[in-house]
């Protein structure tokens, strides 16, 4: 079994950044992919960034790309999220994903571990 504890959420202006952690315990998740996702208030999860176990070819959903960035410590067990000039439009909860598979997939449904999600505001 494998958990997953997302921190860094917060409060921050617009223009501002933030940098999430995804810390995994219960197994190595060395050799799978790892996601970010994101749900806003009455709308559906989005995927937003995703990382193979070697950290190459990451992948970014078009409204993060050239402002978000993913990164994997696999020594630490750990993926981050740095978000840098944030939006009002990015403020939801952000949720680390894990899959069984080295795939990196904008999909939900192929990932197969979750946490429970960690909340950033961007005021305006």
């Known amino acids: 079994q494998v958990q997953l504890v997302e921190s860094g959420g917060g409060l921050v202006q617009a223009g501002g950044s933030l940098r999430l952690s995804c810390a995994a315990s219960g197994r190595t998740l060395m050799s799978n992919a790892m996601g970010w996702f994101r749900q806003a208030p009455g709308k559906e999860r989005e995927f937003v960034a995703g990382?193979?176990?070697?950290?190459?070819?990451?992948k970014y959903a078009d409204s993060v790309l050239g402002r978000f960035t993913i990164s994997r410590d696999n020594a630490k067990n750990t993926v981050y999220l740095q978000m840098n000039t944030l939006k009002p439009e990015d403020t939801a909860v952000y949720y680390c994903a894990a899959s069984v598979l080295n795939i990196v997939s904008a999909s939900s449904i192929t990932y197969n571990y979750w946490g429970r999600g960690t909340q950033v505001t961007v005021s305006s």
């Open positions: 990382i193979s176990w070697s950290g190459g070819t990451p």
